[in-house]
T-cell receptor
Framework: LAKTTQPISMDSYEGQEVNITCSHN???????ITWYQQFPSQGPRFIIQ?????VTNEVASLFIPADRKSSTLSLPRVSLSDTAVYYC????????????WGAGTKLIIKP | NAGVMQNPRHLVRRRGQEARLRCSPM?????VYWYRQLPEEGLKFMVY????????ESGMPKERFSAEFPKEGPSILRIQQVVRGDSAAYFC???????????FGQGTRLTVV
């Protein structure tokens, strides 16, 4: 089961674009990359998932280079309410539920 | 369509007591997953159930822990003879099938005193 590495914490300011990069050197051919957001005392919430190149939805973009050994979650124009822990997971394929969760990146947005 | 409902939100038990955590999946979801989270850590998979069946319990301790998802009613995670080390947040997620997006509940915070 693949493991990911991401920064422990990041700070930014309201209105800025935030990019969080994740390494997944051992990603398997059939693995996807999935990002979740978690607020204190709440369950994780799905943000975005991709396999390669770029995926965009209403809240974020996900950039995955050709070698797929890393990915970058991009949050445009963050607000204070984006302060949360962001988890990068690689896996899926046959056992989506057994994704290994790291400690995540604690993102703090300042006014 | 209500989300995944977990209760209670907070549960305090004395060492040696039993803890019962309940999870009602989203309507139409027959796949339920339980995870455990310690402070400042990510989630750890415990068990995956479909209606009346345990599909994968490889992440669940073999002693004192059990899970069920009956034909009617919520999924139950049961911890017998709780110890201080069982204190954690326990999250339940559900999905309509195995490899689709899972939706999480708000968790049950178990404190063993």
């Amino acid at each position: 089961l693949a493991k990911t590495t991401q920064p422990i914490s990041m700070d930014s300011y309201e209105g800025q674009e935030v990019n969080i990069t994740c390494s997944h050197n051992n990603i398997a051919t059939n693995d996807y990359i999935t990002w979740y957001q978690q607020f204190p005392s709440q369950g994780p919430r799905f943000i975005i998932q991709g396999y390669k190149t770029k995926v965009t939805n209403e809240v974020a973009s996900l950039f995955i280079p050709a070698d797929r050994k890393s990915s970058t979650l991009s949050l445009p124009r963050v607000s204070l309410s984006d302060t949360a822990v962001y988890y990068c997971l690689s896996g899926g394929g046959d056992s989506n539920y057994q994704l290994i969760w790291g400690a995540g990146t604690k993102l703090i947005i300042k006014p | 369509n209500a989300g995944v409902m977990q209760n209670p939100r907070h549960l305090v038990r004395r060492r040696g007591q039993e803890a019962r955590l309940r999870c009602s999946p989203m309507k139409g979801h027959s796949h339920v997953y339980w995870y455990r989270q310690l402070p400042e850590e990510g989630l750890k998979f415990m068990v995956y159930l479909q209606k009346e069946n345990i599909i994968d319990e490889s992440g669940m301790p073999k002693e004192r822990f059990s899970a069920e998802f009956p034909k009617e009613g919520p999924s139950i995670l049961r911890i017998q003879q709780v110890v201080r080390g069982d204190s954690a947040a326990y999250f339940c997620a559900s999905s309509p099938s195995q490899n689709t997006e899972a939706f999480f509940g708000q968790g049950t915070r178990l404190t063993v005193v």
